[in-house]
């Protein structure tokens, strides 16, 4: 079955390694500290901030780029939204503000999900974030094709040089 809601294209297998690599250790540095935090949160709640969580997926992603380039990987795959995509990514975001929105705002809509302002908050929310994620997919896909001519480019000219590089042994081992 094909995935219809986006679209992935691997570029160079050995780098994905890498990344799968330097992401597996992130993952077990976060899960440890996130297990920490839980542990604070149960055993010493007045320690507890919330923030401590926000701190950790901060420093966890510095890490994972960081580690990623330290172990040379220079290309990323190649992703973006499908149309449909966009439209159940808009939804998610949509979905998530307004839950919250309804949270907050319950007296105003006297206690009815159904009441007329939170339908109209669900259709404006999601008209205005619409334009935003189909310009966040148009700098992913324009950055993926860039990667991916740069990738190519990149392999040309290290087939030329290990051709070259071929040729002069050659030359010397017959000389």
């Known amino acids: 079955m094909k995935n219809r809601l986006f679209y992935y294209q691997l570029l160079d297998e050995r780098e994905e390694q890498l990344m799968n690599k330097a992401g597996s250790e992130i993952f ?3 899960i ?3 297990f920490l935090t839980y542990l604070i ?7 507890f ?16 780029f960081n580690r990623a380039r330290n172990l040379g990987v220079t290309y990323y795959s190649r992703f973006h939204f499908t149309i449909l995509g966009c439209l159940l990514f808009t939804l998610v975001i949509t979905a998530t503000l307004m839950l919250q929105n309804y949270q907050f705002n319950i007296e105003i809509y006297q206690h009815n999900p159904l009441h007329l302002k939170y339908i109209f908050a669900w259709v404006f929310t999601y008209v ?5 994620v189909f310009i ?5 896909k ?6 991916q001519k740069k990738y190519e480019k990149d392999m040309d000219e290290s087939r030329s040089w ?14």
């Open 136 to 140: 966040g997919n148009l700098g992913l």
């Open 128 to 132: 205005f974030y619409i334009p935003w």
């Open 41 to 47: 949160a149960v055993l010493a709640p007045s320690l």
């Open 142 to 147: 324009s950055y993926g094709e860039w990667a």
């Open 32 to 34: 440890g500290l996130l």
């Open 28 to 30: 077990h540095i976060s």
């Open 49 to 64: 901030n919330p923030s401590m969580m926000l701190i950790i997926i901060i420093i966890g992603t510095f890490y994972f």
């Open 162 to 175: 290990n051709s070259l590089l071929a040729f002069y042994q050659y030359r010397e081992n017959v000389l």
